[in-house]
Structures are given as structure tokens and as C-alpha cells.
């Protein structure tokens, strides 16, 4: 029982380039979850999803998008990606609207 | 969706001391959950509280409900070295919304 997985762990970006990070989760979650954490910044929720097929603008949506194609992953693409999208990226996944479940992020560095 | 938040921002006790950190949010709620994050990894979920419970145990961990004044606190005993980490509370409902959380470093 893996939990919650993301991939990729570190990746470097020139500004303008693409790229789709992965969760998955096997516990069979409904929710799933894509967040950013900057220095000083704490959480903030960029997009999410309450069933396979669904999705929903969180916080900070701009400049990313997300498909839920299947129930036990969740990615999230940057089109054209932008040094102030440098961050940790956090994907959880929870049974209902209570306890989440994180992965243990992808740090990504746009130059 | 809205926003706890936590108080104060960072804490510094030494081994053995009890941590008390505070949480306020702006509207009913039908429960609080606070999360602990170790330096670069992603949050752990420690303890629920309903919003029909003024308290809760787990471990070392007491967690108290006032909804007339809106507010939560954590509290650590005893704490160890290892409760170094940031601490988060969060509402409902969906999504949850995580405050800046507090830095609790425990000195050994």
C-alpha cells in the first residue's frame, strides 16, 4: 500500500516549457488534491477534484491545469511554465471532505 | 472555503516543555483538523475534533474546540525533539483551506 505517490521528485524548467506532474494513490480516494508551498507562503490550493472526472478551481488556478481521468490519478500540466512557478507542488488524496493524505511532493525549479 | 489561522507563527521551547499552539477561523464549521509537516515532506494528519467536542485526546496531543470564540488550540506534552516541525490547522468545508501554520522548533 504505497499511499499517496508523486512523480516526478525534482525538476528543472526553462520558462515557456511544458510539463505534467503525476499523483496516484491507491487507498481508492475520492477527493484528490494539488496544492504549492512557497517560503512564508503556506498551502495554497491550485485545483481539485471530487470524483473521477471532475474538477474544481482552488485557490491559485492560473497557469495550471488538471484532468482526473481515472480515480486514482490526478495530474496536474503547467502550458508554459513561469519562474513564479517555482515551488513545491503537494498532491493529497482523501475519502471524503476529512482526512487527507499527502504525497511527498515535487520541487520544481523554473529558470 | 476558509482559512485558519494559526498563532503564532513560529515557537521555541526546550526538550521536555509543553507547546500550545492556537487556531482561529472565521465561520461555523462542522469539524477542525490539525496536520503536522516535518521539514520537506508533505503534511500528516494528527487529530480531528467535531465541532460537538470541546476536547480531544490522542497521545500526547489535547486539542480543544471553542466555538463561541472560534478558536482551537493544540497542545504537545512532554515534547521531544522529534515534534519539531510546522503545524497546520484546517476547516471544512470541501476544500480544505490550510493556514501558515506554526514552526515549533524543540530544543534538545
Known amino acids: 500500500n504505497a499511499g499517496v505517490t508523486q512523480t516526478p521528485k525534482f525538476r528543472v524548467l526553462k520558462t515557456g516549457q511544458s510539463m505534467t506532474l503525476l499523483c496516484a494513490q491507491d487507498m481508492n480516494h475520492e477527493y484528490m488534491y494539488w496544492y504549492r508551498q512557497d517560503p512564508g507562503m503556506g498551502l495554497r490550493l491550485i485545483h481539485y477534484?471530487?470524483?473521477?472526472?471532475?474538477?474544481a478551481k482552488g485557490e491559485v488556478p492560473d497557469g495550471y491545469n488538471v484532468s482526473r481521468l481515472k480515480k486514482q490519478n490526478f495530474l496536474l500540466g503547467l502550458e508554459s511554465a513561469a519562474p513564479s512557478q517555482t515551488s513545491v507542488y503537494f498532491c493529497a488524496s482523501s475519502a471524503t471532505n476529512l482526512s487527507q493524505y499527502f504525497g511527498p511532493g515535487t520541487r520544481l525549479l523554473v529558470l | 472555503s476558509q482559512q485558519g489561522e494559526e498563532d503564532p507563527q513560529a515557537l521555541s521551547i526546550q526538550e521536555g516543555e509543553n507547546a500550545t499552539m492556537n487556531c482561529s477561523y472565521k465561520t461555523s464549521i462542522n469539524n477542525l483538523q490539525w496536520y503536522r509537516q516535518n521539514s520537506g515532506r508533505g503534511l500528516v494528519h494528527l487529530i480531528l475534533i467535531r465541532s460537538n467536542e470541546r476536547e480531544k485526546h490522542s497521545g500526547r496531543l489535547r486539542v480543544t474546540l471553542d466555538t463561541s470564540k472560534k478558536s482551537s488550540s493544540l497542545l504537545i506534552t512532554a515534547s521531544r525533539a522529534a515534534d519539531t516541525a510546522s503545524y497546520f490547522c484546517?476547516?471544512?468545508?470541501?476544500?480544505?483551506?490550510f493556514g501558515k501554520g506554526t514552526r515549533l522548533s524543540v530544543i534538545a
Open positions: 477534484s471530487v470524483g473521477e472526472g471532475t474538477t
Open positions: 484546517a476547516t471544512d468545508p470541501t476544500p480544505l483551506v
